[in-house]
């Protein structure tokens, strides 16, 4: 396993006091009761319309919650939360004396292979000397990114695969998006997912093409592996006319994960 690291790329938020868990319940995709240093939450938080405006992980901290958030997305989600509180006992602000810590401490939520993940004071963190380790094995394990493989008001839950890793809850009750996002999961409607591709060499950033149609788009790549946001359902019915999907010329091969088996059969049907 590599080092630790510091991922300079994130943010943290301090979501802090004695209503923040009752504020939170409301708000975001997942419960955040039961969130710990042992097990953090994958959540968001999303327009009413169920698009994701920012997503991160949760930790429990003395006084409330620490979220692990793009650096990009830090001011407005801090902005939007605050928007919330109205009377509740709540105080929401940006950590800068926190960073994030990949390759330490506790397992990721989102897939049993990801870069395990703490929170510590920056002073104390490993520099960030490696991130594209770092990013090689989330590409590998098919992590999406803010900043880097979507942006904020772009993409549904069901795009970057919350609903299958851990990042939404449909029983705890309601959040900001519910109704959508509950309803493309009710009628399985999500079409447009996140998945890993490998390459026969280096991958490689650039649209998705099935013969001559395109299907998607790579949007990071490491190594061998490249991260898609595809429609799958036109990826299925490429691989069984038996078209060659590329990349900018790159020949590459898409990795199912069991959970979207029923999608390849459909389109070999």
């Known amino acids: 396993m590599p080092a630790p690291i510091r991922l300079d790329h994130r943010a943290i938020i301090s979501v802090a006091g004695e209503d923040a868990t009752t504020f939170l319940s409301g708000l975001i995709t997942n419960t955040v009761a039961g969130a710990n240093d042992t097990f953090p939450r994958y959540a968001a938080l999303l327009t009413p319309q169920g698009k994701v405006i920012a997503d991160f992980l949760v930790f429990r901290s003395e006084d409330g919650f620490l979220f692990d958030c793009a650096q990009e997305v830090a001011d407005d989600l801090i902005k939007r939360l605050s928007m919330f509180k109205l009377r509740s006992k709540v ?3 940006r950590r800068d004396d926190l960073c994030a810590i990949a390759f330490d401490g506790s397992a990721d939520p989102r897939h ?12 104390a963190a490993p520099p960030d000397v490696a991130p594209a380790a770092y990013h090689e094995v989330r590409i590998a394990c098919g992590l999406a990114e803010q900043g880097i493989d979507f942006g904020a008001s772009e993409v549904f839950p069901a795009d970057i695969n919350m609903d299958e890793i851990h990042g939404v809850d449909f029983k705890k009750g309601c959040f900001v998006g519910q109704e959508v996002v509950s309803r493309m999961k009710r009628r399985g409607t999500a079409r447009r997912r996140t998945m890993v591709l490998k390459f026969a060499e280096d991958a490689v950033v650039g649209p998705v093409m099935a013969d001559d149609f395109e299907i998607g788009a790579v949007t990071s790549a490491a190594g061998a592996h490249g991260l898609a946001r595809l429609r799958v359902d036109r990826l299925a019915e490429a691989e069984t006319a038996g078209h060659a999907v590329t990349v900018n010329g790159a020949s590459c091969t898409a990795l199912w994960p069991d959970w979207l088996e029923s999608v390849r059969k459909e389109g070999q049907a």
């Open 91 to 93: 105080a929401v602000a």
């Open 112 to 123: 049993p292979d990801a870069p395990a993940r703490s929170i510590r004071p920056c002073d």
